[in-house]
């Protein structure tokens, strides 16, 4: 109680929260663009406050891929859910953690006292990835249209074949680290290379991270954060796609390495999905929660962030993580429930190795002692990003409100949210239950 | 009446202000803006042809540069003639020195030696459509408020101001009268695509763009086509009249609607020689406007006027709309409402029942949302709500969840907890009493009937139910939200079937009672529709759904007098549901037209009387009973609820063209042959025909009455709310 008395004007209501079902992308795009997938959850979170949408001081959206005709997604979908002009917005953009940022940005901009009630999430439609083509290509046909005669386009004509056009993935393009050329599932691999991770542990990893989300489902807890989405054929998408309740070690073990395709061990199956979906978090100062008479869950500080070397990206979290506890002054004893993001089961099993390990801790991070271990039956208590999908702007958004519900659940106190960054981040939300008296 | 305007002016201090005010641009330009403060649209009355007369002659001594005419209200250009004074005039004279006050103006406005432009925002209709095309140019803005058409055969008449002759000439022969012969208005675009507008042009550009037009284009536009001139020559005049006559009176029969068919003979007369045929307009008009049709059409257009006008005054408030229940009349009614731009909340605890009602809603957004960007609003706009969460937030909530009445009560008493103090709650029922539902509420002055009819889409009339505990307020909003709807409000008591239902009734089961006396099914509806009738009755059944007709019929046998015929439930039960099973007293095959399943005699005679004038009975029931305030909103509402012949004027209109000796004389005889089934109602006796009144009966509101001061004084309030059902 004491540890955090000095830091009381440092909290942020978490009022309420809302999700989409989170959509598997199967190859061909889903019927919801990023924005109709943030304006379903938003309406519906929206409809069910006590004050009227125009009255929100801003709406915050992390998205790292919105389409072409989605330019500031987050004023698309504010005006799109009724939010009226008057109410600003921005996008912001830290890859995976893009959701997190929103929040976080929210939380500061409420802490300076620049408003009081802010609509903060992250949305991302990965089936929706464009494809692109090649800038040779492009600088082409720039050139054919800007040539005149016949015998200077017949010139360029002759040029052609040195670059025809090559489409390629957006998507893929993106989750490739830009310096040094490694897909984000090579890095998992080194990950499971330096802290000696067996594909068997990553596939039982895995299996625990689908039994768990069933079981969740299965409880209803899944159902009662999200809304249901309707497309225009009248098909009702009421729960996340993701979750298999017949995963199992046999299975995921038939399936192919996929980034390191000769001799690696991270797999479709014991990565994080890629899918759809949006998540809204509803934040306020303690003076706008008297003035509209809300009911907050949660309360949530700024997030602490963490650079290191790209390759070791999935370790992110950890030094977000152990900058965030310092800052509280808590231990990882005084934690009750974990969220780390599973980009990668090797990656989430490397960043608990690390946190145990002595010479890691002190080496990387200058800590005397070792982090410590997190129990396991407090990580992820109801499966992770392999099992429900990772849509990668929105999931930072949906563990800060998953955390908060399972606090609310668990009847603790303090829960801590993390996610890996592509490009070498990690980022780290520390989460208060809001009616707990303990 | 000319001196009796000049004597006001002079009598009053303060002159109003001019209808027609000159402004000078200043670069020889004179902008003429037409605004007449005396009423909410602009129209071509007397007073305002003589004004403008005034001012032309004037520009005709002193030539400005060039003229600009258009209109200084927000709402439109030029609404119209003035139909009031059209309708009203019974003296030929009269009559035709206004038309030919018209013709004179027109005529003056198109032979000005300098350009003239009508600049034209929202309706241009009738006369301002004409005195448009008296100018030389058409500018209109670029929006979709922006109306242009003839639409004077929906009224019984045809153009009168010189249209006729002026439109063929600009957009071609062909063109023009199917335009004038539907009365279908044109959006801003299509004007253009016509040639029957020089330019659409969005308001930022309008100046720009006149004065554009009138330092490029000197000359007048007229239409070239060698195919339109040729229309008007021997031997291709007399075939396409005879053509255009053929294609009418499938749609408008001669001798129940003249008023296209005086406009083709006209045309067939006269196509070559306008100057001939600008005279004999004037006749014809004239002719035309004394005629009963024209008389009963211009009646219904100031009925639905009057009920476009049912909500003024009262603000219908309703921003966001629940709806409870997502079958095929909640799902409809949530899609409709959310197209006209209202958020709305559809509840229903079966996710799966969602997803038919979207998809519904999808279809019908892109078919008439106009754009896909305006269908994506809508869709943003209609919102899935397993839990109810839009209760607390909604300024109206409908109930349409199936026909239960203690599964209602229940949700009701569940719904008001949640409700905003000044929202109002309102149900679908369209056989569940008003009162016994009301019984179970805190404050039943905030319930009321929405009586939407199925499919929504397409029924332009909205039954707004007003229960003996309803307060005016409620009912009075109710109206306005169903004016905002696009849809035409038709204030009813609660009683059984409200007013359609309980017209259409009688009307319907006579049909199928014929059909099991073995009258073939063609023929019984072949007779309705020469009567007038837009469908036949065995048809409208199928349509509708038998299963429908018969649960209504149960409903209303349980207080009136009409059993189910042994026919429909034998239907009913075999599977056979009308269209939607493919087979009723029809077959449906898909994409084609319907055929009879039965044959049999042909029906007699007198089946015009077996099938209407039960309705006519059932009309004065309702109108002795005091379902609706009078005989003329349960004409209007059974012609825009039940496509009661229009030209007609509506049951009671029909009655009245008998003569009360006819109608108890005919109404007796079918009474004697019917079994039964008809009882001669007892208000044809205190009917009076000359002012269409009687006296209403308070028999029924008293027995409400009487039974809601008892819950309210013996049993208490609370108690009321513990026992449910007990109404």
């Known amino acids: 109680m004491n540890k955090n008395s000095s830091n009381q004007a440092q909290w942020v209501y978490l009022v309420d929260g809302i999700r989409t079902p989170f959509l598997k992308a199967r190859g061909r795009a889903n019927p919801f663009s990023a924005a109709d997938l943030a304006v379903a959850a938003g309406r519906s979170l929206l409809i069910r406050q006590k004050f009227d949408a125009s009255q929100l001081d801003e709406v915050i959206l992390g998205c790292v891929m919105p389409s072409p005709e989605e330019t500031n997604i987050a004023r698309v979908a504010a005006l799109r859910m009724g939010c009226g002009p008057g109410v600003p917005a921005q996008t912001v953009q830290r890859n995976c953690a893009s959701g997190l940022q929103a929040v976080d940005t929210a939380v500061r901009t409420i802490l300076s006292g620049q408003g009081d009630l802010i609509l903060a999430g992250g949305v991302e439609a990965m089936s929706h990835a464009p494809l692109q083509l090649n800038a040779s290509f492009v600088d082409w046909m720039a050139q054919w249209r800007i040539r005149r005669g016949w015998r200077s386009k017949m010139e360029l004509m002759a040029t052609l074949p040195r670059c025809l056009p090559r489409p390629f993935s957006v998507l893929l393009k993106g989750l490739q680290d830009p310096i040094l050329g490694l897909s984000m599932g090579q890095t998992a691999e080194h990950l499971a290379h330096r802290f000696g991770i067996k594909r068997e542990e990553m596939d039982a990893h895995a299996v625990e991270s689908h039994r768990r989300a069933v079981l969740a489902q299965e409880a209803g807890w899944l159902k009662e954060e999200s809304i249901v989405l309707a497309d225009h054929a009248g098909i009702i998408y009421a729960a996340d796609q993701g979750p298999r309740p017949d995963s199992s070690p046999e299975k995921l073990a038939s399936l192919q390495p996929v980034f390191d395709r000769s001799w690696g061990k991270v797999t479709a199956g014991n990565s994080a999905q890629v899918s759809d979906g949006a998540c809204w978090l509803l934040l306020a100062s303690a003076e706008a929660v008297d003035r509209h008479d809300l009911h907050p869950i949660a309360r949530v500080s700024p997030a602490s962030w963490a650079g290191l070397a790209p390759e070791n990206m999935g370790l992110g979290p950890v030094h977000a993580m152990a900058h965030l506890l310092a800052r509280q002054e808590l231990t990882v004893a005084d934690v009750d429930a974990w969220e780390i993001n599973e980009a990668f089961a090797a990656q989430i099993l490397a960043c608990r190795r690390a946190m145990a390990d002595t010479a890691y801790c002190h080496k990387e991070m200058g800590l005397d002692t070792p982090m410590g271990e997190i129990p396991d039956n407090k990580l992820n208590i109801d499966g992770g990003a392999i099992a429900i999908g990772h849509p990668v702007g929105a999931s930072g958004a949906r563990i800060v409100w998953h955390l908060a519900r399972i606090l609310q659940r668990i009847q603790k106190r303090r829960g801590v949210a993390s996610l890996c960054i592509g490009g070498g981040q990690g980022g780290a939300m520390l989460v208060e239950n809001a009616t707990c008296a303990a | ?727």
């Not at chain 2, 801003?188 to 490029?216: F, Q």
């Not at chain 2, 205190?686 to 002012?691: L, Q």
């Open chain 2, 1 to 727: 009446m000319t001196i009796e305007v000049k004597e006001k002016k002079m009598n009053n201090r303060i002159d109003p202000p001019p209808i027609w005010q000159p402004c000078d641009s200043g670069d020889g330009i004179l902008w003429l803006i037409m605004n007449d403060a005396k009423r909410s649209v602009n129209l071509l009355s007397i007073e305002a042809l003589e004004a403008l007369s005034t001012t032309l002659q004037e520009l005709r001594i002193h030539p400005p540069k060039a003229l600009v005419i258009r209109s200084g209200k927000p709402s439109g250009f030029i609404a119209g003639a003035d139909v009031a004074a059209f309708a009203n005039e019974r003296h030929p004279i009269r009559l035709m020195a206004y038309i030919r006050l018209g013709h004179e103006v027109m005529d003056t406005l198109a032979n000005l030696p300098f350009p003239t432009v009508a600049v034209i925002h929202g309706h241009a209709l009738g006369g301002g459509l004409e005195l448009a095309l008296a100018c030389r140019h058409r500018v209109v803005v670029d929006d979709p408020t922006t109306r242009l058409g003839l639409p004077e055969v929906q009224l019984g008449i045809h153009p009168g101001f010189g249209g006729s002759v002026r439109l063929p000439a600009l957009i071609g022969h062909a063109a023009a009268m199917k335009l004038m012969l539907t009365g279908r208005t044109l959006s801003a675009r299509e004007a253009v695509r016509l040639g029957l507008a020089d330019l659409a042009v969005p308001p930022r550009h309008l100046e720009t763009a006149i004065l554009d037009l009138l330092s490029t284009a000197a000359s007048r536009r007229t239409c070239s086509g060698f195919r339109s001139r040729l229309l008007v020559h021997w031997p291709l005049r007399p075939l396409a009249a005879l053509a255009w006559h053929r294609a009418t009176e499938s749609k408008a029969p001669a001798h129940h609607y003249p008023a296209p068919h005086a406009l083709i003979d006209l045309w067939h007369q006269h196509a070559n020689n306008p100057q001939a045929m600008l005279e004999a307009e004037q006749k014809s008009v004239a002719a035309l406007a004394t005629t009963q049709t024209a008389r009963h059409l211009t009646r219904l257009f100031f009925l639905r006027e009057r009920m476009k006008g049912m909500g003024k005054g009262s603000l219908a408030g309703i921003h966001h709309l629940h709806v409870v229940g997502a079958g095929v009349m909640g799902g409809d009614i949530a899609a409709w409402v959310a197209l006209k731009g209202i958020r709305v909340t559809l509840q229903d605890s079966h996710p799966t029942r969602l997803g038919p009602a979207f998809k519904r809603a999808a279809e019908l957004f892109s078919r008439k949302a106009g754009g896909w960007r305006q269908a994506r609003e809508a869709m943003d706009r209609l919102i899935p709500d397993l839990n109810g969460d839009g209760v607390a937030k909604a300024d109206l909530v409908i109930e349409a969840i199936s026909e239960n009445l203690s599964a209602k009560q229940a949700l009701l008493i569940e719904l008001e907890s949640r409700l905003k103090p000044e929202a109002l709650l309102a149900t679908n029922t369209s056989a569940l009493s008003l009162q016994e539902l009301a019984l179970v509420l805190k404050r039943p002055e905030r319930l009321f009937g929405l009586h939407f009819f199925n499919p929504v889409e397409k029924m332009g009339l909205i039954e707004v139910v007003s229960g003996p505990l309803t307060h005016e307020e409620t009912t009075k909003r109710g109206c306005a939200f169903a004016v905002s709807l696009d849809r035409l409000p038709l204030l009813v008591q609660d009683s059984p079937g409200f007013l359609i239902n309980r017209l259409l009734m009688p009307y319907l089961l006579e049909a199928v009672l014929m059909a099991s006396e073995g009258f073939s099914v063609a023929s019984v509806d072949a007779a309705a529709r020469g009567f007038g009738m837009p469908m036949g009755p065995l048809l409208l059944a199928d349509q509708v759904g038998l299963d429908i007709i018969l649960s209504v019929c149960e409903n209303l046998s349980v207080n009136l007098n009409c059993a189910a015929p042994t026919l429909l439930r034998e239907r009913v039960n075999s599977g056979h549901l009308g269209k939607k099973s493919g087979q009723g007293f029809y077959h449906h095959p898909p994409g084609k037209p319907a055929r009879p399943v039965q044959s049999g005699r042909q029906a007699p005679e007198d089946t015009v009387d077996r099938l209407i004038l039960p309705m006519v009975n059932a009309a004065m029931t309702t109108l002795r009973q005091g379902v609706v305030t009078d005989a003329d909103l349960l004409d209007a509402g059974m012609v825009f609820g039940a496509g009661f012949a229009p030209f007609r004027g509506g049951p009671l209109s029909y009655a009245k063209s008998l003569g009360k000796e006819e109608v108890t004389r005919r109404l007796r005889e079918i009474s004697i042959r019917s079994n039964g089934r008809l009882e001669v109602d007892s208000g044809w006796k205190t009917f009076d025909f000359a002012t269409e009144t009687i006296p209403v009966e308070k028999g029924h509101e008293q027995e409400y009455h009487k039974r809601t001061t008892y819950y309210f004084t013996t049993v208490g309030k609370n108690l009321i709310r513990l026992i449910p059902g007990t109404g």
